[in-house]
């Protein structure tokens, strides 16, 4: 049932708005100034109440914990935007590292993909195989370094569930998130702790991977990519369904356009055969 509740904390109003399948949190402008200042969207299940927000005392350490629960920023047309600070955009010194970045990537999808053939049960679930490309993509030094924030603060370079550049139409304001991403070292040195956060960094490379999807899956993340104008998107689809719906798959895969670079393997669960296309080849190898 969908319900709306407010409290206080730091003295600023904090308005909790819980739907059928998301939830927001809205914080307003401390007096005098009116309005919402900044507002984030959460999965319905997770675990955010006013009696929970209550608690706190700062407005800052509030933020982070919403993000530490699933929150995305909320593009919302009731704030101001005062309090979210520009996304950190891909610039011309960011691109040298980037392109030294995209065969290593290529490699651990290629590396994930060969692996899904060889084993195709070793992982039950698709945030495991998430795992499994996170753990191949810090294999290569490059993305395995670690980068100082503006402020001094260490994080890495490949993070999962980043925040979309920009959000979709359909999602009401809201950005979802992208499975796994590479961010420029250059790109985080110029980002602040809040910035980082929030996901205010556009992500020049980004993966999207899927197991046991149909079409309506492929489609909505070939639709995030272009709709964040990723520069480097890639889309992985693993699969052990019934021949039927690998016909429809591979027809849309094969009408992918650039920038998006598919790669993609299929196990017959019935006779054991396999088929299979590597990021940068265009046909289906069986």
């Given amino acids: 049932m969908a319900s709306r509740e407010k409290t206080l904390v730091a003295g600023r109003t904090v308005v909790h708005a819980v739907g059928q399948k998301t939830q927001t949190v809205r914080i307003h402008h401390a007096a005098p100034r009116a309005g919402v200042e900044v507002g984030y969207r959460l999965p319905v299940t997770a675990e955010v109440s006013v009696g929970l927000m209550a608690e706190f005392t700062d ?34 010194e960011d691109e040298g590292w980037i392109a030294d970045a995209v065969p290593r990537v290529e490699l651990a999808i290629r590396a994930l993909v060969d692996g899904f053939l060889a084993n195709p049960y070793l992982h039950r679930v698709e945030h495991s195989l998430h795992a499994e490309l996170f753990s191949l993509l810090k294999e290569h030094e ?28 359909h999602k009401g304001g809201g950005r979802g998130l992208f499975d796994l991403v590479v961010l420029a070292p250059t790109q985080l040195a110029r980002a602040s702790r ?29 639709e995030k990519f272009r709709n964040s ?48 296309r590597h990021v940068g080849t265009v046909s289906v190898t069986t």
């Fill in 229 to 276: 104008r990723v520069r480097h998107p890639y889309l992985v689809h693993l699969a052990r369904a019934s021949t039927a719906r690998v016909a429809e798959v591979e027809k849309f895969i094969a009408r992918v356009e650039a920038p998006v670079q598919v790669a993609y393997a299929h196990l017959h669960p019935g006779t054991g055969a396999t088929r299979h």
């Fill in 142 to 169: 490059l993305l395995a370094a670690r980068q100082a924030l503006r402020d001094g603060l260490t994080t890495q370079l490949v993070h999962k569930e980043w925040p979309e550049t920009r959000p979709q139409p």
């Fill in 59 to 92: 407005v800052d350490a509030l933020r982070d914990w919403l993000v530490e629960r699933g929150g995305t920023l909320l593009d919302d047309p009731a704030a101001s935007g005062s309090a979210v600070e520009p996304l950190v955009e891909v610039l011309p």
């Fill in 194 to 222: 809040q910035q980082f956060r929030d996901g205010r960094i556009e992500a020049p490379i980004v993966v999207e991977l899927g197991l046991d999807y149909g079409l309506t899956h492929l489609r909505g993340d070939d």
